[in-house]
């Protein structure tokens, strides 16, 4: 079974505007970590953020921002007012405590348009 | 910084060779990872690999093996290279726990004609 879903395979959006990227995760561990990544261009896959399973805060850094809800089994990510350079390919992970492993979605590629 | 250097950027190799992918890593970590890269199927976990020579199969190990004879090195083997194994070849590194980051590569596009 698919572990992670990032439904929107590709997003378009003008310069300014807000976009929220999602990601619906399935596990049955109770302790599990989620993580974004963003691959620009470049190819190099760069870590945004992690969060525990214990912890739905939401988090804001600068002009991202993550909504982490254990009801819906999501942890989506906001950017807010796009430039350009956030055009790249975002993918969402799970890790699991009973497994030493990482598992990624699909990937959700941003086109940020001047 | 960390460090996850990868041999090649793009290689060109023919069916049925047998084809090394190399990768190191200068931040003394435990894990290392092996994933390859298709569109619409994100990544996907070959190998991966907690301490040296220790190795766990990913989800698609078929056609693939690794090594890891030092901490700081983790090989990708193509026994016979084929045309369905086309793709980019992702490395990463981490260390020990299921918390804590992974570190990539800048990836190898691996063509097999």
């Known amino acids: 079974a698919q572990k992670v879903t990032q439904a929107q395979t590709e997003i378009s959006v003008v310069e300014k505007e807000d976009v929220t990227l999602d990601c619906v995760y399935e596990?049955?561990?109770?302790?599990?970590?989620l993580f974004w990544y963003k691959q620009p261009p470049s190819g190099e896959l760069v870590f945004l953020i992690r969060?525990?399973?214990?912890?739905?805060q939401n988090e804001i850094s600068g002009r991202y921002s993550w909504n982490f809800q254990k009801s819906t089994s999501s942890f989506n990510f906001t950017i807010t007012a796009s430039q350009v350079v956030d055009s790249a390919v975002y993918f969402c992970?799970?890790?699991?405590?009973?497994?030493?492993?990482?598992?990624f979605g699909t990937g959700t590629r941003l086109t940020v348009i001047p | 910084d960390v460090k996850v250097t990868q041999s090649s950027r793009y290689l060109v190799k023919r069916t049925g060779e047998k084809v090394f992918l190399e990768c190191v890593q200068d931040?003394?970590?435990?894990?290392m990872f092996w994933y390859r890269q298709d569109p619409g199927l994100g990544l996907r976990l070959i190998y991966f690999?907690?301490?040296?020579?220790?190795?766990e199969k990913g989800d698609i190990p078929e056609g693939y093996s690794v090594s890891r004879e030092k901490k700081e090195r983790f090989s990708l083997i193509l026994e016979s290279a084929s045309t369905n194994q086309t793709s980019m070849y992702l490395c990463?590194?981490?260390?020990?726990?299921?918390?804590?980051?992974?570190?990539f590569g800048q990836g190898t596009r691996l063509t097999v004609v």
């Open positions: 990463a590194s981490s260390l020990l726990g299921v918390n804590t980051e992974a570190f």
């Open positions: 596990t049955r561990d109770t302790t599990y970590y």
């Open positions: 969060r525990n399973s214990f912890d739905e």
């Open positions: 992970a799970l890790s699991e405590a009973s497994a030493n492993n990482l598992f």
């Open positions: 931040m003394d970590h435990e894990n």
């Open positions: 690999s907690y301490d040296v020579k220790m190795k």
